[in-house]
């Protein structure tokens, strides 16, 4: 039969807004992450990453804040633009999973002009 | 797309054919990866490859197989035996497994 895709969750901003992007992430032991944005039909993108011994890193426009106490992860983008409108991805890296990338489902943030 | 190189963009199926994505990278990393996406949901590790002529199953990795020949190189063959292979497939290199991610611009294969 056919399958029918999730619907994403979805984040609607005004331009010249600030976005948050939120992200719980699974498992206690992970000790670096990294955000991605995806444009449709594109590959994902770099953003910034950061590690465990840090709770917060800052970059152009956006900023990554970690909790590892309630295991969430934002990323916040100041000034938010049209160009900003993609799926963003977080992605957590477990030790124990042999060092691989686990990602999340990813939000979708829509701009208005 | 930093320096890998996927093609083709979009790539037909017919039932039980085996097709080919390519996957190249210039960027000289040790590691690299296939996933696949559905439309919206995350992506999902089929193989990995942390050295040449060494590649290991991700976590939906059948129906389908992988080779490293080259370190410049990670084809993947969807074979037959993978049923539901409508998808976005995306493959990413980088310097240190785990670590950060360069992805090419993705193949799109959809069945005939």
């Known amino acids: 039969g056919e399958s029918v895709g999730l619907h994403l969750p979805t984040l609607s901003v005004q331009e010249g807004d600030n976005s948050i992007i939120n992200c719980a992430y699974s498992?206690?032991?992970?000790?670096?992450f990294i955000w991605y944005k995806q444009e449709s039909g594109k590959g994902p993108q770099f953003i910034i990453d950061?590690?465990?011994?840090?709770d917060k890193r800052q970059g152009q426009r956006v900023t990554v804040l970690l909790n590892k106490t309630v295991k969430h992860l934002s990323l916040q983008i100041a000034a938010t633009q049209p160009g900003d409108s993609a799926v963003y991805f977080c992605?957590?890296?477990?030790?124990?999973?042999?060092?691989?990338?686990?990602f999340g489902q990813g939000t979708e943030l829509s701009v208005k002009p | 797309d930093g320096g890998i190189t996927q093609s083709p963009k979009y790539l037909f199926r017919k039932e039980g054919q085996n097709v080919t994505l390519s996957c190249e990278q210039n960027?000289?990393?040790?590691?690299m990866y296939w996933y696949r996406q559905d439309p919206g949901q995350g992506l999902r590790l089929i193989y990995y490859?942390?050295?040449?002529?060494?590649?290991q199953k991700g976590d939906i990795a059948e129906g389908y197989s992988v080779s490293r020949e080259k370190k410049e190189s990670f084809p993947l063959t969807v074979t037959s035996a993978q049923k539901n292979p409508t998808a976005f497939y995306l493959c990413?290199?980088?310097?240190?497994?785990?670590?950060?991610?360069?992805f090419g611009s993705g193949t799109q294969l959809s069945v005939l």
């Open positions: 950061i590690r465990s011994n840090m």
């Open positions: 490859s942390q050295i040449v002529n060494d590649f």
């Open positions: 960027l000289n990393h040790d590691a």
């Open positions: 990413a290199a980088a310097a240190l497994d785990g670590e950060k991610l360069f």
């Open positions: 498992n206690s032991a992970s000790d670096y």
């Open positions: 992605a957590e890296n477990t030790d124990n999973q042999g060092g691989k990338l686990i």
